[in-house]
């Protein structure tokens, strides 16, 4: 199984969000650090917004900083509020299913078994589990300043 982009956008901004804990943080600064799309990255921000992950300043000197503690960030949650469609096969896509064996294989929930388990495996996670103990190398790749190494 493979996240989409969006997804995988997502963690990482929530990683770097961590780093700088509680500061206010702009699009354009994350998106340098990870040498990744500003475009893609203001998409990302908005769900983030939307979902009260993050809380925006707006103005000159606004940004975004986390609105939630990070053990409060849980990244099944994060997971399903970023995926659009977790059919990793034909056979969950109901409407556009066309395989002829769908009614009778055992495919079918022995994936969906899988999926749910995947999900349920980042349920056991927050944002604390990604950066922990991570804090200075993370911010060296980064090539940024922490605020709270705990």
Same mark, same amino acid.
């Given at each position: 199984?493979?996240?989409?982009?969006?997804?995988?956008?997502?963690?990482?901004? *929530?990683?770097?969000?961590?780093?700088?804990?509680?500061?206010? $943080?702009?699009?354009? %600064?994350?998106?340098?650090?990870?040498?990744? +799309?500003?475009?893609?990255?203001?998409?990302?921000?908005?769900?983030?917004?939307?979902?009260?992950?993050?809380?925006?300043?707006?103005?000159?000197?606004?940004?975004?900083?986390?609105?939630?503690?990070?053990?409060?960030?849980? *990244?099944?949650?994060?997971?399903?509020?970023?995926?659009?469609? $977790?059919?990793?096969? %034909?056979?969950?896509?109901?409407?556009?299913? +066309?395989?002829?064996?769908?009614?009778?294989?055992?495919?079918?929930?022995?994936?969906?078994?899988?999926?749910?388990?995947?999900i349920e495996e980042l349920d056991q996670y927050t944002l604390v589990d990604l950066v922990k103990g991570r804090e200075g190398a993370l911010a060296y790749h980064l090539d940024i300043d922490v605020v709270n190494l705990t």
């Open positions: 199984m493979k996240i989409n982009t969006f997804t995988n956008l997502t963690y990482r901004v *929530l990683i770097y969000m961590a780093l700088k804990d509680g500061q206010l $943080v702009k699009t354009n %600064e994350i998106a340098d650090a990870y040498h990744i +799309s500003f475009n893609h990255l203001k998409k990302v921000m908005a769900k983030l917004a939307e979902f009260n992950y993050v809380k925006s300043t707006k103005g000159r000197s606004g940004g975004f900083q986390l609105a939630r503690p990070q053990n409060a960030i849980n *990244l099944g949650t994060v997971f399903r509020m970023t995926i659009e469609d $977790v059919a990793i096969a %034909e056979c969950f896509a109901s409407p556009s299913n +066309s395989c002829v064996i769908s009614p009778d294989c055992k495919l079918r929930s022995i994936l969906q078994d899988a999926t749910a388990r995947f």
